[in-house]
């Protein structure tokens, strides 16, 4: 394994704290009265399924060679563009803005995967330049 | 090649914390002021909203402190009164716009289980309504028609059922930071129709009351040539079992918090400064005296005093620019981010401005703090520039 | 270009003690004549460095004036004696003299860097020197991985890039081996004999054997030869 770049360690950092975060810190809203969830809950579920995704791809590229680690760069972008669309468009939030799915897990998740796909970006344009050097 | 980026760059340790501190001092800065602005104008936004001089409700919603609930933080809630006392009130000296207002708080909206303020108004009589929403929709409301706060997650066009019936989304207001946008509009006959229902339900308490004759609240405009007190007194005299309050009175209490919270924070943005500036010019100056060699060097070679001050300066701007740019990016992300968490959080009426005033804020924020950058570097600058290069590259054996 | 000294004098403050200040030269004239290796000897404490200093443009004498060529050093307003420094005068400070976040080529590049003149030819007479020094493996590292030997054939490098028509060297061997000082005094010769005039002020007798004129110093007074 190579020492890994700083935005290898970018994308390990977002990764697991969107993994983590999504389950602790900007988790949706809770259960009803009765116990039964709603739908974005579902959401917070998908996001910390991909979430796990993201995380083990950027594991996994630190013992990749360079141009193999940039493409996984690349995919890791797409999937974290694909986990922004999750709240709020794959999967509705609830009624009110003002409820913790919308006011805090949307704005949470859509900034971690933005910085996630910048990152990715960033990481293969730096392999490309470094590979032309 | 540029010595004060190769500076920057070859020192990673001494970059990063005065890139922390530089992003500090932004993000005070900026977030701060947005804190501030956007309370402001929330308060702004609320008494616009409000537009009434005089608010009459029952006596027990006063009481209970329903009523800044209801109408200051938005929590849904009802209380009622009897249709005669609205025309009583009606029939006093002084009263210039007289409209009565339906509350509502819905079991259920649509997927999600929170309770929903319903708000119903007499299009005929209005003038607190109306007047926003205009802004929205041209058209008359129809019976079964509704329209949502900004806050609301749905879309005209789509449909609401309240209390078993459906409503049809005519409109959404725009934000305004205040309890109109956690709130859904409606006419007299509509919201006579959900009173009705809800009460078929048994999920409403009209408190011996013929729902087909209550009203909420009486918003009332003074007619000229009276004072609000002198109104307030006459209907509180006058009109059993009910409150008159003026407007002004109930945003006053709001208007004292919102002006506890400023200075609280206008007092923190202060204390990070002048901790930022002092740890700033510490920072440049332990940076600039551990290397006094190298500035003695560039002397010997032929740099001039200006040449070490603008390598000086060049490294506090570069660094400047790169954190105020990075604090003022996280304080936007956060606020813009998360608004509405925030202005949860403060309960008070919260409202952003807009997109043109929030760039200008984030940029007055960069400059300021690259000023204060380029003042703390320009005290290095001016030291390490006279500093004696003879002194400082002698010897023992000199 | 000659470098000439005339009834030069320094005097420093004392910030504590009886005298007031002490005299660490006494008036003095003298002549670094182009094309020839002067070598100034002395004790330590006995004015050397200060010497050096003054001729070089950075400290400034209690009295008296240094002539390079026509021009008068001290007469010249700060941004015009540094581009006369820049371009005429070479100076080899005492002890390391690096920029720690510039490679080694970068470093001895500095004098043509300032002023923008860092071209193709600057780069090609930098691999020169370094191949005369014994450095050209080094040009890529940073200082800090360089011994003290290798800092001072950097700064010996740095000082001669811009071919100075005046050169002045405080004690260049003293972290040297004798191979290395040997490589170092032929240099300094070799400057000379292509028309620099040459100072250097050592303690190393090595530098005798190389030496057109010794000069010995003591309490601030030049003697005209050596002890």
Redesign the interface.
């Known amino acids: 394994m190579k020492k890994p770049t700083i935005t290898d360690i970018c994308l390990l950092l977002l990764s697991a704290a969107l993994c983590l975060g999504s389950k602790l810190l900007f988790h949706a809203?809770g259960p009803?009265?009765d116990g039964s969830w709603?739908?974005?809950h579902w959401a917070e579920q998908t996001v910390f399924l991909m979430s796990i995704g993201l995380t083990v791809v950027s594991v996994l590229r630190l013992f990749l060679s360079r141009p193999a680690k940039a493409g996984a760069a690349l995919a890791m972008s797409v999937m974290s563009v694909a986990t922004a669309l999750i709240p709020g468009i794959a999967i509705?939030?609830?009624?009110?803005?003002?409820?913790r799915c919308?006011?805090?897990m949307r704005?949470?998740v859509?900034?971690l995967c933005g910085l996630i796909a910048v990152a990715g970006v960033v990481d293969a344009i730096l392999s490309r330049k470094e590979a032309n050097a | 090649?540029n010595?004060a980026y190769?500076?920057v760059?070859?020192?990673p340790v001494r970059t990063a914390v005065l890139l922390v501190l530089t992003a500090l001092l932004s993000l005070a800065v900026c977030g701060g002021t947005l804190l501030v602005s956007g309370l402001q104008k929330g308060l702004g936004s609320l008494e616009a909203r409000l537009g009434a001089d005089i608010m009459v409700v029952p006596y027990e919603a006063r009481t209970k402190s329903n009523l800044e609930s209801i109408v200051l933080q938005g929590n849904p809630g009802y209380f009622y009164m009897d249709n005669s006392r609205y025309e009583k009130i009606r029939g006093l000296d002084g009263i210039g716009q007289i409209s009565a207002q339906f509350y509502l708080a819905s079991a259920s909206?649509?997927?999600?289980?929170?309770p929903?303020q319903i708000i119903g108004f007499d299009p005929e009589t209005d003038f607190t309504v109306l007047p926003w929403l205009k802004r929205s929709y041209d058209g008359n409301l129809q019976a079964g028609d509704i329209v949502v706060g900004?806050?609301?997650?749905?879309f005209p066009g789509d449909t609401l059922t309240f209390y078993g019936i459906d409503c049809h989304v005519a409109a959404k207001l725009d934000k305004t930071g205040t309890y109109y946008?956690?709130a859904v509009f409606t006419n007299i006959d509509t919201i006579q129709q959900l009173i009705g229902s809800s009460l078929d339900k048994g999920m409403n308490d009209f408190a011996g009351t013929d729902p087909q004759k209550v009203v909420s609240t009486v918003l009332i405009n003074v007619a000229e040539g009276y004072s609000p007190e002198e109104v307030m007194n006459d209907i509180n005299i006058h009109v059993k079992k009910v409150k008159a309050v003026q407007t002004k009175e109930m945003i006053s209490g709001i208007s004292r918090s919102l002006q506890g919270t400023s200075d609280v924070i206008g007092v923190l943005i202060a204390a990070v400064w002048v901790l930022g500036l002092v740890i700033l010019l510490l920072a440049f100056t332990m940076s600039v005296n551990e290397r006094k060699?190298?500035f003695?060097?560039?002397?010997?070679?032929?740099?001039?005093?200006?040449?070490l001050a603008s390598i000086v300066m060049q490294e506090a701007l570069l660094t400047g620019l790169c954190g105020s740019v990075l604090g003022t990016g996280l304080a936007l992300?956060g606020m813009l981010?998360?608004r509405?968490?925030v202005?949860?959080q403060i309960g008070l009426p919260f409202l952003l401005p807009g997109a043109g005033q929030t760039a200008l804020l984030a940029v007055m924020s960069i400059l300021a703090v690259l000023l204060a950058g380029i003042l703390a570097a320009a005290v290095c600058a001016y030291r390490i520039s006279r500093v004696?290069?003879?002194l400082i590259?002698?010897?023992?054996?000199? | 270009m000659n470098l000439t000294a005339k009834a030069l004098m320094k005097e420093f403050p004392r910030k504590s003690g009886s005298a007031n200040c002490f005299t660490v030269l006494q008036p003095l004239d003298l002549t670094i004549d182009a094309g020839k290796l002067t070598v100034l000897m002395g004790?330590?404490?006995s004015?050397?460095?200060?010497l050096l200093?003054?001729l070089?443009g950075?400290?400034r004498p209690t009295d008296g004036k240094v002539l390079a060529g026509e021009a008068d050093l001290y007469e010249m307003p700060?941004?015009a004696l540094?581009?006369?420094?820049?371009?005429h005068?070479g100076?080899i400070?005492?002890?390391?003299?690096?920029?720690?976040?510039?490679t080694v080529e970068?470093n001895i590049?500095?004098?043509v860097?300032?002023?923008g003149k860092?071209d193709d030819a600057a780069k090609q007479r930098v691999q020169t020197l370094a191949k005369a020094l014994e450095i050209t493996a080094l040009l890529g590292c940073?200082p800090a991985e360089l011994s003290g030997g290798e800092l001072r054939r950097m700064a010996i490098a740095?000082a001669l890039l811009p071919q100075p028509e005046i050169l002045l060297a405080?004690?260049p061997t003293s972290d040297l081996d004798e191979e290395t000082t040997q490589l170092v005094l032929r240099i300094l010769k070799e400057a000379a004999a292509q028309g620099s005039a040459v100072l250097m002020v050592t303690?190393d007798p090595c530098a005798k054997e190389f030496a057109d004129i010794l000069l010995s110093m003591r309490n601030g007074v030049i003697a005209a030869d050596a002890e």
């Open positions: 809203c009803k009265e709603m739908s974005c509705r939030l609830c009624m009110m803005d003002t409820m919308h006011a805090v704005p949470a859509l900034i | 090649m010595i190769r500076n760059r070859r020192r909206s649509g997927c999600c289980s929170i929903v900004n806050d609301l997650n749905a946008d956690s060699r190298e003695a060097v560039l002397r010997v070679i032929g740099a001039s005093q200006g040449k992300v981010g998360f509405t968490a202005s949860e004696d290069t003879a590259l002698r010897g023992d054996n000199g | 004790r330590s404490g004015g050397k460095s200060t200093n003054i070089g950075l400290l700060d941004k540094s581009a006369f420094r820049n371009r005068i100076i400070p005492q002890g390391q003299t690096a920029l720690y976040s510039l970068e590049l500095l004098p860097t300032l002023t860092a940073y740095r405080d004690e303690h």
